[in-house]
T-cell receptor
Framework: TQLLEQSPQFLSIQEGENLTVYCNSS?????LQWYRQEPGEGPVLLVT?????EVKKLKRLTFQFGDARKDSSLHITAAQPGDTGLYLC??????FGAGTRLTVKP | NAGVMQNPRHLVRRRGQEARLRCSPM?????VYWYRQLPEEGLKFMVY????????ESGMPKERFSAEFPKEGPSILRIQQVVRGDSAAYFC?????????????FGQGTRLTVV
């Protein structure tokens, strides 16, 4: 099993701030997926990264896959309260990290 | 195209009873994953099934827990003789194939409370 570590575990910021959360492993992944989960709901897929060094953008969210395909980051620009949620990364084996719980205060 | 359907959304069982959680995958999806989530925690992998086959049950407790995905009908996660520690949210996800970059879709979960 390939273990994924996410950091920080908790993050609380003000609306308008930028933030970056991380997903790291000692293993090489063929792909990584990022999900967002809101309270009381199931996770929703945000993006899949496949190629080392790949950068994908989804509106104010920027996802990067490390060159060695062992880590990934998610950067949010000008965070909004609607970004509040649990951000989870998963490897191709559908195992998840513990997540980063983000709170964006208005 | 209906999404992944889980039922019931909420389930209350007394200690010692059986809990049956159902997951109907999206149409055309033959792969199902089950997860358990405790409050304020991430998703813990339990089992991965294809139609009529258990592919990986390494995350499933050895006793009291079982899962199936029959040729017809939903996938079932069964917990026998429930204990208070089984209280959690149980999510399932489905995908059309087991490839590394295949998108998986989640249901809304079943929240099990053992009293």
């Amino acid at each position: 099993t390939q273990l994924l570590e996410q950091s920080p575990q908790f993050l609380s910021i003000q609306e308008g701030e930028n933030l970056t959360v991380y997903c790291n492993s000692s293993s090489v992944f063929s792909s990584l997926q990022w999900y967002r989960q809101e309270p009381g709901e199931g996770p929703v897929l945000l993006v899949t990264v496949v190629t080392g060094g790949e950068v994908k953008k989804l509106k104010r969210l920027t996802f990067q896959f490390g060159d060695a395909r062992k880590d990934s980051s998610l950067h949010i620009t000008a965070a909004q309260p609607g970004d509040t949620g649990l951000y989870l990364c998963a490897g191709g084996d559908m195992r998840f990290g513990a997540g980063t719980r983000l709170t964006v205060k208005p | 195209n209906a999404g992944v359907m889980q039922n019931p959304r909420h389930l209350v069982r007394r200690r010692g009873q059986e809990a049956r959680l159902r997951c109907s995958p999206m149409k055309g999806h033959s792969h199902v994953y089950w997860y358990r989530q405790l409050p304020e925690e991430g998703l813990k992998f339990m089992v991965y099934l294809q139609k009529e086959n258990i592919i990986d049950e390494s995350g499933m407790p050895k006793e009291r827990f079982s899962a199936e995905f029959p040729k017809e009908g939903p996938s079932i996660l069964r917990i026998q003789q429930v204990v208070r520690g089984d209280s959690a949210a149980y999510f399932c996800a489905s995908s059309p194939q087991r490839q590394a970059n295949t998108e998986a879709f989640f249901g809304q979960g079943t929240r099990l409370t053992v009293v």
